[in-house]
DNA sequence: GTGAAAGCGCTAACAC
DNA sequence: GTGTTAGCGCTTTCAC
């Protein structure tokens, strides 16, 4: 493998000035630097970043935990993130934890093993012991939290506000004259679900309805899980008359699973979701769901870690972005109002 | 941040001893190995990877080079490939090209920059310039081609025989009546795309069939071109009665298109997709498609690129693994027959 | 069995 | 403006 002072010995200058060429070319006169630069360009050299990183004690890598690396959902919320940590230099690695604390507690070590500089976590819970004698900020490496909300205060995080979207998506099936409104809920572990559940209840609470328990029903954000959940659901005496899944896919799921059982959407059953992910779009009927703005996200993410990763202490912000409901066709008056 | 010296003042042993309990502990003894593996322990001390990776020279980082890397096709691919690689001691990278061979090829060079020590190449263009007066094997990293099957020969890789898959999906809906199949194809660049497309006509043809070249639409992998090319498709004074779409993605865009004409599936249109995505079992009607082996293709991928890592030659390995026709409601007898 | 020392490839402080 | 040198953290000869 050739290296810098290979380059340096062809260019007949030191290591040194190969170095400067590539990082500081205003230092060089323009003789010299041309020299070494024909030589870069014929040899094709690149920097050992092994070499540099460990000389720098900085790698330009961040790593992002992810429960579900590859799912639609974060896509679009990766794929910002990448954006922004390529132009600041810096490289994006995935780390799918299949749902695995070990895993997530194996990318996090990344940092500590100098194989990144700093974590995007998807995950609710930290994959850290933290001792509560000292600070968060002494104690983590840069560190941002985003849609699914950790459980641990005082750590830099993004999401939108999980209890008043279900609130306002509750609340749109209730002026459509839906009295009975069922629930696909993800795990009940995961901050988000309770949340979600939260807000449902609350616009329930405050329409004068009454909250049954037979009408939540776990999905646990798997397609086959919430086929089971509508297949019960849609099985009760007093069945609901809308549907409201914690996630598109377990929507999309619930509907394929009503078609199945001969109802007709939105006739017989509204179905909303949440994420409006890109094939909300495209099921049929389409899908009337929560949407979370991804790419913003994203950006509110890399905007809360830039900073640390340039030496700036942790900062407790929670960033809180907007939700919205897309109206489409999967929602519909309540049967006894058609 | 702790380093060996600190463990070996703390153990009161020296780097060296301690680097041996950590990596040949039999080559210790065992009072010291103890007393080395409670500081190590108490500290929390993880070896910093960029130090032993430029003593070794090899980083245990695989890179996958992926065109739209967070899809839903590649999933059980990749998770299979990070299953191995982590029993093997690797971790994986994942690089998303969004389909720009800038891109590819800057994380192509991370094995140049020593940041990864082989590659996995979903793309159909090989991200290196290669000097066709020496061998493949002199010039390239460790590599393995999957999926999408590029364009240079002598490259270890691993596929479905797309033709006969294609063929045999084509034969399918021939068998059930169909006399005119509609095409949404991917996008005609690429390697994949071209050879369905001459399953499809090979099938016609010996079917006694015409090739009609009005049936063929792009719909470049994407769910909106999908929709725009069942319009067009559905539209045709002589139309299609089955419409073969080379993704499951553009196969759900595809039924949900019809549906929103007001077709009936599998009545008025049959539909057929190809990769056999999760989805597929979940929408309605439940999707008939071509089912890629994707675990066995990321077993595959491993069990050619181990070898290249361990140091051997790359050989102008072929893998062609099996695919698989699965049957489910979105297809039938064509509208004549029933 | 163990420690001292060299060196992986690079950059930056320092001297000239 | 440029070269020399030290050192980032680690592993592995080589002596002992």
């Known amino acids: 493998m050739i290296g810098i002072k290979d380059i340096a ?4 200058v030191s290591p040194a000035t190969v170095s400067r060429v590539l990082r500081n070319p205003d230092l060089v006169t323009e003789d010299k630097r041309a020299r070494v630069l024909e030589v870069v360009k ?25 429960p579900d690396a590859i799912s639609v959902f974060n896509y679009p919320v990766i794929r910002a993130i990448e954006s922004l940590a390529l132009q600041n230099g810096y490289s994006l690695l995935l780390g799918d934890t299949q749902e ?3 895993r ?4 996090a070590n990344m940092v500590r093993s100098r194989q990144a500089d700093g974590i995007l976590l998807f995950c609710s819970r930290l994959p850290f012991d933290i001792d509560p004698e000292r600070t968060l900020a002494e104690q983590l490496p840069p560190l941002v939290n985003a849609c699914e909300p950790v459980d641990i205060d005082g750590i830099p995080s993004v999401n939108i506000d999980n209890t008043v979207a279900a609130n306002d998506a509750v609340d749109y099936l209730l002026s459509l004259g839906h009295k009975r409104i069922g629930v696909i809920a993800g795990n009940m572990t995961s901050p988000s679900t309770i949340a979600r559940l ?5 616009a329930l609470k405050n329409a004068g309805i009454s909250f049954d328990e037979q009408l939540i029903q776990i999905g646990d954000y798997a397609l086959s899980g919430a086929a089971e959940a ?16 914690f996630s598109d896919e377990m929507a999309m799921s619930c509907m394929s699973t009503l078609h199945k059982m001969g109802f007709k959407i939105p006739q017989d059953f509204s179905v909303l979701g949440f994420d409006n992910i890109r094939y909300a779009e495209y099921c049929s009927p389409s899908l009337t769901t929560v949407a979370q703005p991804m790419t913003e996200i994203g950006i509110a993410c890399m905007e809360l870690l830039l900073p640390q990763l340039n030496g700036e202490p942790m900062q407790p912000i929670k960033r809180i972005l907007p939700h919205q409901l897309i109206v489409r066709e999967s929602t519909g008056l309540a049967p006894q109002l058609i």
Chains 1, 2 share one sequence.
Do not use: H, Q
């Open 100 to 102: 695995m604390e070990s």
């Open 9 to 12: 010995k062809e260019a007949k």
């Open 198 to 202: 939260d807000g449902y209840k609350s």
């Open 42 to 66: 014929r040899t094709g050299y690149t920097p050992n970043s092994l070499g540099v990183s460990l000389r720098m004690s900085k790698t330009y890598n961040l790593v992002a935990i992810i």
């Open 230 to 245: 509508t297949r019960k659901l849609a099985s009760l005496t007093n069945r609901p008359t809308a549907i409201f899944a």
């Open 104 to 107: 997530e507690r194996s990318f």
